[in-house]
């Protein structure tokens, strides 16, 4: 073989590579942007440069196969197979991409046609019964009644463990409302099992002493838990909890007639008592003495609110055999205490893992500091609404191994304190800095390397952005992440979400609520992450199809005040995330009544519907809800004026709680009772004597059963 044709070959077939090469990367490139003609020259002069430097090495092999020259010819050898290989790839890409698109095509294909079946028997299902006439009562009885029988449906039947998980959901009113149908639904109420816990808090404003007194009398040995929070009872009644002698959680917070004295007799009949909660009542340092005496066992105690015991109270606990055994342990608004009963409660209560401190404006860094020094068992530190903690108290906690972390509304602490959490707490999973202004992107660059961080939550931190997210997304710390919050962080932008979507791959509950510089560039991407199952977009400028495609397994969803949304969002929904529960479409004026009935002919799991300034909805909105939507069980329409007041009151008895206004929307909401947007010059303050909401509920009264 001469030179020339050698040359001559491979011209020949490198150019026919050249050309595969060319269509493949057009074919991926193209689609994915939307310059074609730019991106089609590149490729064009990217090709030529190839096609240049396949030449050149095969004239390189053939050069040094001429001159004999071994190393030279084994380099250009492999140089061509690489590139072959390269080319392999790149074929083998396109298939996958190709039956991708295929699979992907064909999902969407069947869904519409489900979608389009199902809403055509939905319909059909309306013209039905809006052509059946109602049947009098006297034409609706069964054949059963008619022939004097009774249908064969006796829950009695069923096993006994059966039987109790059934009762056991059931509030202790409507236990014994079951308990007079017949006697054998008596029978299957007086369960022992049934009578474990009782919760009197349900019933509070129905219920009598006499009642509470025989029911503990009769059940004293089976009792373990009881809940009086918020009974106003005679101080004898509350006597009577000393007759359960097996007695191990108790909550008589918020009961205004509870005393020393009531205390007393309580903690001498329930030695047991594991649990206790005396927040809000009026007890004194007297109680404070008969925990560690009569309570040695005792491991959550919560005094919040109570705040007419003092630091001396607090030194009663190292009495006798002490409550060592303390674990959770809330001082919520119980301004009283200084530093020295902070002290007195480090010496009791050295288990402490538990520390719940909020609406503390007193409580200060020497506060913590006199906790920590004897209290190295804390993992969980909740201090909302301590204005006065510093970045210090995180540096008196370094002998703790913190696990969770709640703040709010400081404004004194700083990135410092995230450089203590990193290098102190490796093991955390919970962090909540909500409204901490003084916050930036620093803190999410110390927080990058945490590996069990599972909970974050940064909402109204303003001073957050595109940079410190990025760099906490490349850590490890994002293939654990489960729960963000990044509400109000208004200086997120799409790069973020796109980033966000690339590396959180098990995130569960996602909020952006008013991240107003996201767009659907942005906000598309969230589509790739399969694992959401409640996500907040308030206040965006989310499409109608932003990411409804990807999330099948939904079930929370805001949208709220994203006056840009029509139909089409709920259609979307409606195809693709028939589980939710819980949806809030507020302030969305081009919402109108078809929409709402797809919605209400496929999510029949729907618990709460928020539609408040959805101005085009009618009354049939609401009769296919009462069709569809058999679990509803919160519905707020305030401002819908086409919503007349007889179609909501028929609605509230399907639902137990409801909101209801059928005034026009407020200037705030930014347009008219049509829909229309509302000029700069149209936006003035509200009269002070506008009516601004109307709330109504079947539940609202309540009956006396005992």
């Not at 760099?471 to 796109?498: K, M, W």
Request: hydrophobic share 35%.
């Amino acid at each position: 073989m001469t030179p020339e044709l050698m040359i001559k070959a491979c011209t020949f077939y490198t150019g026919h590579l050249v050309k595969t090469h060319f269509c493949i990367w057009r074919d991926i490139a193209i689609p994915l942007i939307n310059e074609e003609n730019i991106l089609a020259e590149k490729m064009e002069k990217a090709i030529e440069y190839d096609n240049f430097r396949l030449q050149k090495y095969v004239f390189r092999l053939w050069h040094s196969y001429a001159a004999g020259q071994k190393k030279l010819l084994t380099e250009a050898l492999l140089r061509i197979r690489k590139m072959c290989h390269h080319y392999k790839l790149i074929i083998t890409l396109t298939k996958w991409r190709d039956k991708a698109r295929y699979e992907y095509k064909k999902r969407e294909d069947e869904l519409m046609l489900k979608h389009e079946l199902q809403l055509r028997k939905w319909r059909s299902k309306v013209k039905v019964a809006a052509k059946e006439e109602p049947i009098p009562p006297e034409h609706s009885l069964s054949k059963a009644s008619l022939l004097g029988g009774i249908p064969e449906c006796d829950i009695s039947l069923l096993p006994e463990r059966a039987v109790s998980q059934i009762f056991y959901y059931l509030t202790l009113r409507e236990l014994v409302i079951c308990g007079q149908v017949c006697h054998s639904w008596m029978l299957m109420t007086q369960a022992s099992s049934l009578w474990n816990s009782i919760d009197f808090s349900k019933v509070k404003n129905i219920i009598t002493d006499k009642y509470i007194v025989s029911t503990l009398q009769r059940w004293r040995l089976n009792v373990l838990r009881l809940n009086f929070r918020g009974c106003l009872l005679r101080s004898k009644t509350l006597r009577s909890v000393s007759l359960c002698r097996n007695l191990q959680e108790l909550n008589v917070s918020d009961c205004p007639t509870l005393t020393d004295e009531s205390m007393r007799y309580i903690s001498e009949g329930c030695a047991g008592v594991l649990y206790l909660n005396l927040s809000n009542t009026t007890i004194t340092n007297r109680t404070m003495r008969l925990l560690p005496r009569y309570f040695p066992n005792l491991q959550n105690l919560s005094l919040a609110y109570c705040r007419k015991f003092t630091d001396k109270g607090l030194r009663y606990l190292n009495l006798g055999n002490g409550c060592h055994k303390l674990i959770y342990l809330d001082l919520s608004g119980c301004t009283q205490i200084s530093v020295q009963g902070f002290r007195n409660i480090a010496n009791s209560c050295t288990g402490i893992m538990h520390l719940t401190i909020n609406d503390m404006p007193t409580l200060t860094d020497n506060c913590v500091k006199a906790l920590a020094e004897k209290c190295t068992r804390i993992t969980s530190i909740v201090f909302i609404g301590a204005p006065h903690i510093s970045d210090c108290a995180f540096k008196a906690l370094s002998t703790c191994n913190l696990r969770k972390i709640r703040f709010e509304g400081n404004k004194r602490i700083t990135d410092a304190c995230f450089k203590y959490i990193h290098k102190n707490y490796p093991n955390i999973n919970h962090i909540y800095m909500v409204d901490c202004k003084r916050i930036t992107d620093g803190s999410l660059m110390s927080l990058s390397p945490l590996k069990q961080l599972t909970v974050l939550n940064l909402a109204n931190c303003i001073r957050i952005g595109d940079v410190g997210l990025k760099q906490f997304l490349d850590g490890p710390v994002s293939t654990r992440i489960r729960e963000l919050n990044l509400s109000n962080c208004i200086h997120l932008s799409d790069a973020s979400i796109v980033k966000l979507s690339e590396r959180c791959s098990n995130l569960n509950y996602l909020s952006l609520r008013n991240c107003e510089y996201l767009t659907d560039l942005g906000i598309e991407h969230i589509v790739y992450i399969f694992s959401l199952v409640s996500v907040d977009l308030s206040g965006t400028n989310i499409s109608n199809e932003a990411f409804c495609k990807g999330s099948l397994i939904l079930e929370h969803l805001d949208v709220s005040y994203c006056p840009q949304l029509s139909d089409e969002i709920i259609k979307a929904l409606a195809i693709y995330c028939i589980y939710l529960t819980s949806l809030s479409i507020a302030g969305c004026p081009k919402i109108t009544d078809s929409a709402m009935e797809m919605l209400s002919a496929k999510c029949h799991y729907l618990h709460i519907l928020d539609i408040s300034g959805c101005v085009l909805l009618t009354d049939q909105m609401l009769e296919d809800l009462q069709m569809g939507c058999k679990q509803l069980r919160i519905l707020k329409m305030q401002y819908c004026r086409l919503i007349s007041k007889e179609a909501a009151r028929r609605m509230s008895s399907m639902v137990q709680q409801q909101e209801y206004n059928p005034n026009d929307p407020p200037l705030w909401f930014g347009y008219d009772y049509e829909g229309k947007p509302l000029t700069k010059q149209e936006i003035t303050p509200l009269k002070e004597d506008e009516e601004i909401t109307v709330t109504d509920s079947i539940y609202s009264g309540e009956e006396e059963v005992v």
